[in-house]
């Protein structure tokens, strides 16, 4: 009896935080018809939202697979004072709100300050432009590759790397032929979360991009200018097919381990 009550709990629970909110999404994005929810994602404000989108996507996640990989390492195979602090700020996204990260870019990057008057001179537009919009990203993202990477490096451990430097293997051969294929599951888990967050990435774009239509505007800020519009059937498709993306990306994945596991 216990046992049922359970599931049916987490069932209750899933159903109200997750299906229904997606089931009401879906019903609303066709209130006008299919011709009206093609017609809204295939707008040119839409297209470039998306378009912008997946090239701050595409950047977070080359930058996060470097430098991400490099702080793991760091932080499992490096001791070091300050090693415990540097492991907590790594977590500091997961517990400061999104919207912070942006005022702080701007406290930065302001044209008063220091960095936005030295990136002024060389010409540079940090604020409301891709530089900022980037780095908003890279904050909200950074943790998970590196919190995939870590426990994997502790429990793969250093006996096959130290194995191949007594065969005469340099620091660059241990690490492309022994430590990266261990860790590729890392970074397939780590690439995939780094992904369907970025894609999702709202406050901190919104205050530091400026949302210029056409320009600085992504999918999710499209998304939050057509609700502000009262164009509830844009906000939705939109929305939508952001959600379906995300999906694909975690169903992907999940397959992926699944395979994983079966031929272990």
Do not use: C
């Not at 006008?32 to 595409?58: C, Q, R, S």
């Not at 008057?117 to 909200?140: D, E, Q």
């Amino acid at each position: 009896m216990m046992r049922r009550l359970l599931i049916s709990s987490v069932w209750l629970y899933f159903a109200l935080l997750l299906i229904g909110p997606i089931l009401y999404l879906a019903v609303h994005s066709f209130d006008e018809g299919i011709a009206a929810f093609w017609n809204e994602v295939t707008k040119p404000e839409a297209l470039h939202g998306f378009t912008l989108t997946l090239e701050i996507t595409a950047i977070v996640l080359v930058l996060n697979l470097i430098f991400g990989t490099i702080t793991a390492l760091v932080l499992v195979r490096q001791h070091f004072a300050g090693r415990t602090i540097l492991s907590g700020v790594i977590d500091l996204p997961f517990s400061v709100s999104p919207v912070i990260a942006g005022f702080m870019l701007i406290l930065l990057f302001g044209p008063e300050t220091i960095l936005g008057t030295f990136f002024g001179t060389l010409g540079v537009k940090v604020l409301f432009a891709i530089p900022a919009m980037v780095l908003a990203t890279l904050f909200a993202t950074f943790p998970f590759v590196v919190r995939e990477l870590t426990p994997l490096m502790q429990t793969i451990g250093t006996d096959a790397e130290e194995a191949a430097r007594t065969l005469g293997a340099n620091e660059w051969q241990v690490f492309l032929k022994v430590t990266l294929p261990m860790l590729r599951w890392g970074f397939v888990y780590g690439a995939t979360l780094t992904v369907a967050r970025a894609i999702g990435e709202f406050g901190a774009v919104l205050v530091v991009s400026g949302n210029i239509l056409l320009v600085t505007q992504t999918a999710t800020l499209h998304i939050y200018q057509s609700y502000v519009d009262f164009n509830y059937v844009g906000a939705n498709a939109v929305a939508l097919t952001l959600l379906a993306v995300s999906f694909a990306i975690l169903t992907l994945l999940e397959l992926a381990k699944a395979k994983a596991a079966a031929t272990v």
